[in-house]
């Protein structure tokens, strides 16, 4: 926290306080100054009049004298009159009041009131003898005895003759009145010496207050002017000043940056340091003072060009500045990090393409263009072939390197200015602008050729191809979403017309692209309103063409479509992720149905109940609850009940291949039965076989379809049912249609099979009576559904 | 300690420098009087201690008596102090009131006048008489 002594306030108004102490100060003292100054002055012109006075009380004795023996002599006077001048006189240079004018002579003086104890004390002896001497001139005037005139001033003149002894009385009136003024002139000298005194230290002690003040404004102006250099030169910022003449000013952020003198920085010697782009920029700036931001580029002393954004303040108006005043800051770091979260933003991570996002906002741009010069452009949608297959069975990482390799052969087989994105997964879209639908065709074959070159993945060569989708667009106003959406289903044309294959969208397309789309909205509804039901193939020992157990198949009867195909629902479901609810509904109803065979006595231990798992449902990590609650729902044993999984479903790497194998060797362990399904169409290693709980092989149907005129393979499916007999498995051909095939996998020491030869999925009414009679006979009747 | 050593040799040092080198006459002036604690005085050195109590200035002048009286100044008022130079023994100028000043001579026997002659002040009674012997 910081102490409120310590506040840094460089914007404070302590100099302009310091001024005005610094003018009160001397305002006060002279003030001071001329207070005492009018005072003494009005001093000294009271004192003047009281020396006049006081001097002419000589005049005035004397002239009383004079008048006194004149008239004893008979002449003519008024020495009354000049007596009464004379004590009146005395008494106001004693007391204050106005001494009178002699006629003839001078005006009427008003005097003050004398206050010093030794004039107070002369001038009380001038009344005294003043009086005396009136006393007398009046005992004189009037015959009587002088000598019995009281004498008042402790003088001792009784001796006396009385004409010298009036003459001593003025002589000592007029000797003490003159003593008074002169005390009265000395304490005048001594007034305004003090005043000179004081005036000289009241001179002093302002100058030095003022001086103090003065220096304390000093101190505190350097302080603010250190502390605004502090601000500039240990700011990071880059303070520029430019006016006539360039530049006038560099802080020493910018001096350092460039470490160059300042000199050298000066006048148009910072234009070497400035990007050439930028600086006609720079100088506009500088030349009117606007815009208030600019952003531009200087050479560091590494020669790196730094993106600097500056504030730009016009303050040539200002007369300390007279310039334009850039302050910049060094944004290089934060621009670059701007642009790699936009580059994050708009692109993909593990390619580096552009991303969805991007994809879009290039098609926009070039619909909008489009829009305006009608030029023709083209969208292409691709799909990888067999990448989910590299990724299941070679891991994700070794799928991340084949979506790079790919993702880098697209980059070479278009044009830099078209777009190429990864949108997601395996997907690809490719933005031609502009192109011709021929020129799009020719982009697409040269992608598939790019993507089927042969590629070494974990020390195996694939090779792979790309579905993709064209929607070439004539030029003119068009829906960015309607174009993606147009290829994808052209994609989905390619993908269905085989691997490595290109459609250009048709309209005839939607429709079927809608049939899709609205088949997912209804097996939704399906799931609710139980349209969904299982149906039952038996498996038959082929030797002994018992029963031995049927694989629930789930069928869909919808009241709109009728029977509809697994082939037509199951990818839907995989896709939306309904089938994870569909699998809990297929081992729920088998095992009820299991549950219900064996309640009936239908069924023995040797029975199973085979229900297909999905990869979806294996990779969700929720086979082993599901099949908890179904066997607990019904009260099946375990040992009833068989889960058929892929080769693909069980091999992935990683974590998710790992907890599918924990879950089925858990089922395993508790009695659930273990079938791989359509065995040999997956990449697995068959020495990982022997790492899983498995009880039993199906041979795929498409080797079983030749296995009785095909060499190849017949000799697949011998070594497949040889590899699980070397294991302690079970194997059973699927798809046996014909006895011939029968023939084949008997010879071949196939254990069990199934097929249309047998019997086709049916209800599970129809089943219980095969399962009554324990045997099933071959039954030529085909199901394509059971596929 | 210190303090009782020290007062006795200031007290001494000051009692030998202060020491009158003749016999102190104080005398006081004052409207129009000159009063002397002692009038009459031995022979010698005489510090003459003049003290003017006002309230007007006044002067102290020394004069030996002889047979005749002072004569006096046209003026009639004040004493023809040119006339008496010779037996001026010395003289003070005029000292305003409160002050204090010392006349120091050297007095033969006889008789002495003391008198200030500021202008009416003898004749106003402003006078002494001293006798030495």
Not at chain 1, 362 to 387: M, W
Not at chain 1, 699 to 718: E, L, N
Not at chain 1, 728 to 733: M, Y
Request: charged share 25%.
């Amino acid at each position: 926290m910081l102490r409120r002594g310590h506040r840094f306030a460089p914007f404070d108004s302590r100099g302009r306080f310091t001024i005005a102490a610094i003018l009160i100060t001397f305002t006060a003292f002279s003030a001071i100054s001329v207070f005492l100054s009018i005072r003494t002055t009005q001093h000294s012109q009271h004192r003047a009049a009281v020396l006049q006075v006081a001097a002419r009380q000589r005049a005035i004795a004397e002239r009383y004298v004079n008048e006194i023996l004149f008239v004893s002599s008979g002449g003519s006077a008024d020495p009354s009159a000049t007596g009464s001048y004379l004590t009146e006189s005395a008494d106001a240079l004693l007391d204050g009041g106005e001494a009178p004018a002699l006629p003839g002579d001078d005006d009427e003086s008003g005097l003050p009131a004398q206050h010093g104890k030794v004039i107070r004390a002369q001038l009380t002896q001038e009344l005294r003898l003043a009086h005396d001497l009136t006393a007398t001139g009046q005992a004189i005037l009037k015959h009587r005895p002088a000598g019995s005139v009281p004498l008042t001033a402790g003088e001792d003149i009784a001796a006396l003759d009385p004409v010298v002894r009036l003459r001593v009385l003025a002589a000592l009136t007029a000797n003490t009145s003159l003593n008074a003024s002169r005390a009265i002139a000395s304490a005048n000298d001594r007034g305004i010496s003090h005043l000179i005194t004081i005036q000289v230290l009241l001179g002093v002690a302002g100058l030095l207050t003022s001086l103090l003040l003065a220096f304390a404004l000093i101190a505190a102006t350097r302080r603010q002017t250190a502390h605004f250099r502090s601000l500039v030169t240990a700011s990071t910022d880059l303070v520029l000043v430019f006016g006539r003449g360039g530049c006038r000013y560099a802080s020493r952020a910018v001096i350092e940056m460039v470490d160059r003198p300042e000199q050298e920085l000066l006048g148009d010697g910072l234009s070497e340091f400035v990007h050439p782009e930028d600086l006609g920029l720079l100088r506009t700036t500088c030349e009117h003072g606007e815009p208030a931001e600019i952003v531009f580029r200087m050479r560091n002393r590494h020669g790196e060009w730094r993106q600097l954004d500056a504030h730009v303040t016009d303050l040539r108006g200002n007369r300390q500045l007279r310039g334009v005043v850039l302050n910049a800051r060094d944004v290089t770091e934060r621009m670059r990090l701007e642009e790699e979260l936009t580059r994050q933003a708009f692109h993909d991570g593990l390619t580096n393409l552009a991303n969805r996002a991007l994809f879009r906002d290039r098609l926009d741009q070039a619909l909008a263009r489009s829009t305006r010069t009608h030029e023709p452009l083209a969208v292409l949608l691709l799909d990888l072939d067999g990448f989910k297959q590299v990724n299941d069975t070679l891991g994700h990482d070794a799928g991340d390197k084949l979506l790079r390799a790919v993702a880098e052969r697209f980059a070479g087989a278009v044009r830099p200015s078209d777009t190429l994105a990864r949108l997601g997964g395996d997907e690809f879209a490719v933005l031609l602008d502009p192109a011709s639908e021929t020129e799009a065709e020719e982009v697409a074959r040269r992608l598939n050729q790019a993507a089927g070159e042969p590629l070494v993945l974990a020390e195996r060569e694939l090779s792979v191809g790309a579905s993709i989708g064209i929607v070439a667009h004539p030029g003119g106003p068009a829906d960015g979403d309607d174009l993606i959406r147009h290829a994808d289903i052209a994609m989905y044309a390619a993908k269905d017309a085989g691997r490595g294959h290109h459609q250009v969208f048709r309209y005839d397309m939607a429709l079927e692209f809608g049939e899709l789309m609205a088949l997912e909205g209804e097996l939704r509804a399906a799931v609710e309103n139980g349209e969904l039901c299982l149906h039952y193939q038996p498996e038959i020992e082929v030797e002994s063409r018992r029963v031995v157990g049927v694989e629930a198949l789930l069928r869909w009867q919808s009241d709109t479509r009728g029977n509809v195909p697994p082939s037509d629902f199951i990818p839907i479901a995989e896709a939306t992720g309904l089938i994870l609810p569909l699998g809990d509904f297929v081992l729920r109803e088998a095992c009820t149905q299991a549950a219900a065979w064996l309640s009936e006595g239908l069924i023995d231990e040797s029975f199973v109940m085979w229900v297909n798992i999905s990869a979806k449902q294996l990779a969700a990590g929720r086979v082993g609850t599901a099949v908890d609650q179904a066997l607990s729902a019904t009260g099946l044993a375990p040992n009833f009940l068989g889960l058929e999984v892929t080769e693909t479903a069980i091999v992935p790497d990683g974590s998710a291949g790992e907890r599918a194998r924990e879950e089925l060797q858990m089922l395993h362990d508790r009695g659930v039965h273990i079938a791989i399904d359509d065995f040999g169409t997956g990449f697995s290693s068959l020495g990982q076989l022997r790492h899983f709980p498995i009880d039993m092989i199906k041979v795929d149907r498409s080797f079983v379809q030749g296995v009785d005129h095909d060499a190849k393979d017949a000799a697949i499916t011998a070594n497949i049912v040889t590899l699980a007999h070397a294991l302690g498995l079970v194997a059973i051909a699927e798809g046996i249609e014909s006895d011939g095939q029968l023939a084949s996998i008997r010879d071949l020491g196939c254990d069990l099979a199934q097929g249309f030869l047998f019997a086709r999925p049916r209800p599970a009414d129809e089943v219980r009576l095969v399962l009554a009679e324990g045997s099933c006979s071959p039954d030529d009747e085909r199901d394509p559904a059971a596929a | 300690m210190l303090l009782a050593v020290l007062v006795p040799l200031v007290g001494g040092c000051s009692s030998s420098g202060n020491k009158p080198s003749g016999t102190v006459a104080p005398i006081v002036e004052r409207d129009f009087k000159i009063r002397a604690q002692r009038y009459e005085l031995p022979a010698g050195k005489v510090d003459l201690s003049v003290k003017n109590d006002g309230p007007d200035a006044h002067e102290l002048i020394v004069v030996r008596e002889t047979d005749s009286s002072l004569p006096m100044r046209k003026d009639g008022l004040t004493v023809d102090e040119d006339a008496i130079q010779k037996q001026t023994q010395g003289a003070l100028e005029p000292g305003q009131p409160g002050g204090e000043r010392h006349l120091k001579l050297h007095l033969a026997p006889g008789r002495y006048l003391l008198l200030c002659n500021m202008s009416g002040h003898y004749l106003g009674g402003m006078h002494a008489e001293l006798v030495v012997s």
